[in-house]
Nanobody, 127 residues
Framework: HVQLVESGGGSVQAGGSQRLSCAVS????????IGWFRQVSGKEREGVAA???????TYGDPVKGRFTISEDNAKTTMYLQMNSLSSEDTGMYYC??????????????????????WGQGTQVTVS
């Protein structure tokens, strides 16, 4: 069965960097879209970045130019490199996946409705 396991969260100082990982196992199809989402206390979960099986990437406006999503050669681990972090980046970060299709439009890639599989989340705290 499909499993997504996030890691790499923790505390970091403002202006610093952190890299999150999402280990993906149990791929049911070669085409996929994998996204990173975050939820700040009191706010709705928002899409941060997404990458599809062809390597196409999409970013949310608040993180453009600061965050980079990537995948390893085996496409079993997805990364979110986060630079120039601020307190506004504090939150629980989740990776999510949908298989059988690429990410599609930007709104689809950063929306939650099409994602079927979710990880348990990893906390990022910027102070």
């Amino acid at each position: 069965h499909v499993q997504l396991v996030e890691s790499g969260g923790g505390s970091v100082q403002a202006g610093g960097s952190q890299r999150l990982s999402c280990a993906v196992s149990g791929y049911p199809a070669n085409k996929f879209c994998i996204g990173w989402f975050r939820q700040v206390s009191g706010k709705e979960r928002e899409g941060v970045a997404a990458i599809d099986s062809d390597g196409g990437t999409t970013y949310g406006d608040p993180v453009k130019g600061r965050f980079t999503i990537s995948e390893d050669n085996a496409k079993t681990t997805m990364y979110l490199q986060m630079n120039s972090l601020s307190s506004e980046d504090t939150g629980m970060y989740y990776c999510a996946a949908v298989f059988g299709n690429r990410c599609g439009s930007r709104s689809t890639a950063l929306g939650q409705s099409d994602y079927y599989y979710w990880g348990q989340g990893t906390q990022v705290t910027v102070s």
